[in-house]
């Protein structure tokens, strides 16, 4: 059943990878490069000692980025498919294993069901508490955020898991579950908006922001339902065979 799995989730990664780079070129991107043109320069070096015969050298080191146009939009489809890939394959197992576990059937319908539960726990929850960020907007420090995306994360999941399968008042737990990240709380920057010293700069990044808020959302609930919808129907077919 691995391999059929492995080929089926590749399947199933560049369509949805695919799709969800379209979306992003045509309606999220386009918002990123606006607000990368109001970047403040800052030096995007980083110091490097080494000690050569007693003596200290210091280098700098520019971080690397993919360029803009192909190369920029190639590394995003990449990361794209292999992110779906690694998706399809926990909801083929997820859905195989509940097929076998607790007789749940599996169709593209109860796929897509299953893309919008993901599409909760891996977006709009931590959202919630972590706003996706714009170029120029101030964050928390990145370990801090990390951390409690994958709490909010696995809280979800918990939650979702309590109400679909724990039975009767046992369903009460996903209260405990859904209320965790809540209860210890997203990390927040010390100031919150953008630094930028132009005030029409900050008034047209913010209204960056908000749109991209709102581009990236339906960017990633067509990714997810899409998802949700052809790992169900491969589910399917997996278990037919």
Known sequence: ??????????????????VLSAVQTLHVSPIIYAAEAFEIEQP????VIHSDHGHSHTHSVQAWAPGDGFERIAFTVLSNVLSAFGFAIILLAAMLMAKDKAQLNVSWQRGVLWGLAGYLMFFIVPALGLTPEIPGMEAA???GRQSWWVLAVLSTGLAIASVVFLPGIAKAFAIVFIAVPWL???PQPQVHGFL???AQAVATLTDLQAQFLYATAI?????????GGLTGYTAKRLVQA
């Open 196 to 198: 930028h010293p132009d």
């Open 1 to 18: 059943m691995f391999r059929p799995m492995v080929l089926a989730a590749l399947g199933i990664a560049l369509a949805a990878g695919l």
């Open 44 to 47: 995007e070096m980083a110091a």
């Open 141 to 143: 420090a990145l370990e």
């Open 219 to 227: 960017a990633n609930a067509v990714f997810w339902v899409i998802l």
């Open 184 to 186: 210890v709380g997203a």
